[in-house]
């Protein structure tokens, strides 16, 4: 989708269509979660915290961020996918593959079925989406991103390597920031570049990831859309109204935090055993601990004790912004259970 | 005011390096990154506390003069006596600056401490309601080593992160369990005229696992409601006891296990430890398949398509039988039963297997050891 949450505030909102939007808080201590076009032309961008947002553009207009909405406009599309094809796997709220290989209309191309969502999408939403077919799900996604918004591209399997090989690095989908600038350091900048280094040196510099590197520079992925994907992890995250330094708030807050957490454990159904405790300074730098127990994350007092037990292990000399908490480890429910005495 | 001391380098070390073993390198009280030294009657007593469990040690001294207390930084201290041989050491102190010179055949160190008044009192036994017994050291030692294994890490029930310490009228009972395992150590030479017990929590047991090897004298056991005093030739351990109660342990020992496996420890635990490297990382699983004299050991990690199994000779009487266990569990069981061969009493896959060590040599010696089992088919 393109700009999704702004789009849907637009959509919805006759009063803020083509004007420059932004969806989240405006304060002094807001953050930009979207931006819509008209935003981005003056240079706002998600992430971005809202002061700056502002200073680059005075007209923006601040929306709060209306989540139960976006994810019912989420069902939506995700349910026009499922008019053309059963393999399809969220990437995120409003992004996702289709295996369109066989499809439920019987249309001839893919090309064809991307034209039918796109049309089903703005008929169902009023949205526009954009939409990348290709050979696979690295390619595809990249595709999607090449023609935003509204667009629709193809790179078609004898493009495959051109495409690749004048692509910038920090396009390449799997290579964030951190990785583009460790690359850009190296001396690599676009696709052939990557595609000089071999096996083990990229192993070498990106251990795991570099494999994945080699593979998808030459147009390899052979990772099928998976439509069951295990969700890896729940977590919730509170910016403070204020910094705060003294540990006692920062406990009363964690314990909001700990019930927001539980109650989306509840609601996703996810098992796991790692609590993560993540901690933003008010400089933004921030830190993570970790713990893992044996059995289930499942209840208050059992997150609480942990996550006071994290914040023990963390430096509290800055004041601190963000904390978070976040639940990963999935159990398998297909493991063999350990048996526990009945005490 | 001043106050100076004259000791052997590698006797200070080892009382130091002992009790250091308490400091917690996530002190709240930064006091606590300090040892406590008092000079006293031509006595040293050196002190390190994480506020939970305290030790305190009587270094002896080649001479001293003058009285008075130092915290004293506890890192740089052991670091520094690491590196020197044997030789006598002077330590000069100002106990109004609290400046130390320290001085050694070659050199000289010079440390500031710290106001030996800022470090917390520590805890006083209570007037009323204090037990009072004598053990032996050695008892003491293997009942801390054979249970300490076997304690859990569990957030939410405290009491079983700790050696649950019986005392009866014809018996000593030490006890520990994470709810998966659970180790039943009793001694019938050792006992008490009042029937109590507490729990004491693993920091201050894996303390005691220390500092017992080196005692030849019984030690005098003291505790009240919150607190276990216990009193060594050189050293003494002060530590805060796990308040609240232990389960009733003896509940979950199966009362009716027909099946019955006798087999040499060593060979059973070098087989599981070849065939565990096949199980599933996670689960740990192998799989016990029991009939008449013999038992197969078993483990497969499908995701790698890897499988592992052997055939053990042994003795075996009861119904054939299949059951499974986390590797790990099993393998630290055996490793903390020492007789040569060891017996396994089962009912069903779905109880405790009760471990026994088959021909023990000590006859005041009762040791039984528990796993659930895992579930095969789960």
């Given at each position: 989708m393109d700009a999704f949450f702004a789009s849907v505030e637009q959509n919805d909102n006759p009063e803020l269509r083509n004007k420059p939007v932004a969806v989240g808080g405006g304060g002094d201590r807001g953050v930009v979660a979207a931006a819509s076009y008209e935003a981005r032309k003056f240079g706002v961008r998600s992430a971005m915290p809202s002061k700056i947002a502002k200073k680059r553009c005075p007209s923006l207009i601040f929306v709060r961020g209306r989540h139960e909405r976006y994810k019912e406009v989420s069902n939506q599309i995700m349910s026009v996918f499922f008019e053309f094809t059963d393999l399809v796997e969220p990437l995120s709220i409003d992004e996702a593959f289709l295996d369109v290989t066989h499809n439920k209309k019987n249309l001839p191309s893919a090309t064809l079925i991307a034209r039918e969502i796109k049309a089903r999408i703005k008929e169902v939403t009023g949205l526009t989406a954009s939409a990348g077919i290709s050979v696979n799900k690295f390619l595809a996604k990249i595709a999607s991103d090449y023609r935003k918004p509204d667009g629709l591209f193809v790179i078609t399997p004898e493009e495959v390597n051109d495409f690749i090989e004048n692509l910038n690095i920090d396009k390449f989908f799997g290579v964030g920031k951190v990785t583009a600038d460790k690359m850009h350091r190296l001396g690599i900048f676009k696709g052939r570049d990557l595609k000089t280094r071999s096996l083990p040196e990229l192993i070498r510099l990106f251990g795991k990831a570099g494999a994945y590197y080699f593979q998808i520079v030459r147009g390899i992925d052979n990772r099928p859309v998976n439509p069951n994907r295990i969700r890896k992890s729940v977590g919730t995250e509170h910016t403070f109204l204020k910094d705060l330094a003294e540990k006692s708030e920062i406990i009363k807050d964690m314990e909001h935090t700990a019930k927001d957490l539980l109650k989306r454990i509840e609601r996703s159904g996810f098992r796991g055993r790692t609590l993560t405790l993540k901690v933003k300074y008010s400089n933004f730098e921030q830190v993570t601990r970790s713990k893992t127990i044996v059995q289930e994350i499942d209840h208050y007092d059992l997150i609480m004790n942990m996550a006071l037990d994290l914040l023990n292990q963390i430096d509290l000399k800055i004041s601190i912004r963000l904390i978070g908490l976040s639940v990963s480890n999935h159990i398998d429910d297909s493991e063999p259970l350990q048996l526990t005495f009945d005490f | 005011m001043q106050m100076k001391f004259v000791v052997s380098s590698t006797e200070l070390l080892s009382h130091l390096q002992a009790i250091s073993r308490v400091i917690s390198n996530k002190n709240t009280l930064p006091i606590l990154d300090n040892f406590l030294f008092e000079l006293k009657n031509d006595e040293l007593v050196a002190t390190a506390s994480d506020l939970e469990s305290t030790l305190i040690t009587t270094i002896p001294l080649d001479s001293s003069v003058g009285e008075g207390v130092i915290a004293f930084p506890a890192k740089i201290l052991t670091d520094t006596l690491k590196e020197f041989p044997e030789q006598p050491l002077t330590f000069d102190i100002d106990l109004t600056s609290l400046a130390v010179k320290i001085t050694s055949e070659n050199g000289v160190f010079s440390i500031v401490g710290q106001n030996g008044e800022d470090f917390p009192k520590l805890p006083q036994r209570e007037e009323s309601g204090i037990v009072d017994i004598t053990v032996d050291s050695d008892v003491l030692l293997t009942g801390v080593n054979k249970t300490l294994f076997a304690t859990a890490d569990d957030e939410l029930r405290p009491v079983m992160n700790g050696i649950f310490i019986e005392l009866g009228n014809n018996d000593l009972t030490f006890v520990a369990s994470d709810a998966h395992k659970l180790v039943r150590y009793k001694r019938l030479d050792g006992r008490s005229e009042v029937e109590s017990s507490f729990i004491l929590p693993k920091k201050p047991a894996s303390l005691l696992r220390n500092i017992l090897p080196k005692e030849e004298n019984p030690v005098k056991v003291e505790f009240d409601d919150k607190n276990a005093f216990f009193t060594l030739s050189n050293y003494k351990l002060i530590c805060r006891l796990v308040e609240g109660n232990y389960p009733s342990y003896n509940s979950v020992i199966p009362k009716n296990n027909p099946n019955v496996l006798t087999i040499d420890r060593v060979e059973l635990y070098n087989t599981l430890k070849r065939v565990s490297v096949f199980s599933n990382p996670a689960s740990n699983l192998i799989k016990f398949e029991l009939k008449t004299n013999e038992l197969v050991v078993s483990a497969q990690d499908i995701d790698f398509s890897i499988s592992a199994r052997e055939r053990l000779q042994c003795e075996y009487e009861g119904q054939e039988l299949e059951i499974g266990f986390k590797s790990v569990f099993?393998?630290?069981?055996?490793?903390?039963?020492?007789?040569?061969?060891?017996?396994?009493?089962?009912?069903?896959?779905?109880?405790?297997?009760?471990?026994?060590?088959?021909?023990?040599?000590?006859?005041?010696?009762?040791?039984?050891?528990?796993?659930?089992?895992?579930m095969i088919n789960a």
């Open positions: - | 099993l393998l630290e069981i055996l490793s903390n039963i020492s007789s040569a061969n060891v017996m396994v009493e089962l009912s069903d896959p779905t109880r405790a297997g009760i471990f026994l060590p088959y021909d023990n040599e000590n006859a005041d010696e009762d040791v039984l050891m528990l796993l659930m089992p895992m």
